[in-house]
């Protein structure tokens, strides 16, 4: 049975946990989720998405429904696919849930300009297409560092290897800051007694 989306009350969020999601259907401009209940169709979607409510989910799908699609016409399968992958990774909050969309979006990307290069003739073409889709992979590779650093509450681990310190000197690590984590590599080394004060960039 095929149910079409519509808009009333924001949706709660309900856990299903591994059920699967619901197909995704497209008539035209039309987004009907294939579920013999309509309710239960849209948080499995919902969740799957990271979707908020109902606002969330319509707006994110309709997305989804653009970058999908193939010689000018939005695909199913290829919808189904993007929905996969934003699961697999789980957004769980709005933010991700539009990074998440960006990334499945770049990645589609990517892949189709791969396939272009597969068949270009000509250096000036595969020129083009090459610059083309290494640009979409150094997106997509920052846009998995973001969605890292964002889940990580942007720390970054520092660590200094091979640190000296002579007989009566200290050493000052610049641009540490209370979320960094400094990790030395040589676990004999002696630590002095008047601990060193930390600051941006300075030396003692």
Do not use: W
């Amino acid at each position: 049975m095929t149910t079409a989306m519509t808009r009333n009350s924001t949706m709660p969020t309900v856990k299903y946990g591994s059920r699967p999601t619901p197909r995704v259907k497209l008539t035209g401009q039309r987004i009907a989720i294939q579920h013999p209940d309509l309710e239960t169709g849209e948080h499995l979607v919902g969740e799957a998405l990271g979707a908020v409510d109902q606002d969330a989910l319509h707006g994110i799908l309709k997305q989804l429904m653009k970058a999908s699609v193939i010689l000018q016409k939005p695909d199913e399968d290829n919808l189904a696919f993007m929905i996969s992958m934003m699961k697999g990774i789980a957004p769980r909050d709005s933010l991700e849930t539009m990074l998440t969309a960006q990334m499945v979006s770049v990645h589609v990307a990517t892949m189709r300009f791969a396939c272009r290069l597969a068949f270009a003739e000509g250096t000036p073409q595969q020129e083009g297409i090459s610059h083309t889709l290494t640009r979409l992979a150094r997106t997509f590779a920052a846009q998995m560092e973001a969605l890292n650093r964002h889940r990580g509450n942007g720390e970054r681990p520092i660590t200094v290897q091979n640190l000296s310190v002579q007989d009566g000197g200290s050493a000052i690590v610049g641009n540490v800051t209370q979320q960094a984590h400094l990790t030395v590599g040589d676990a004999d080394m002696p630590i002095p007694d008047d601990r060193a004060n930390v600051s941006n960039g300075g030396a003692a």
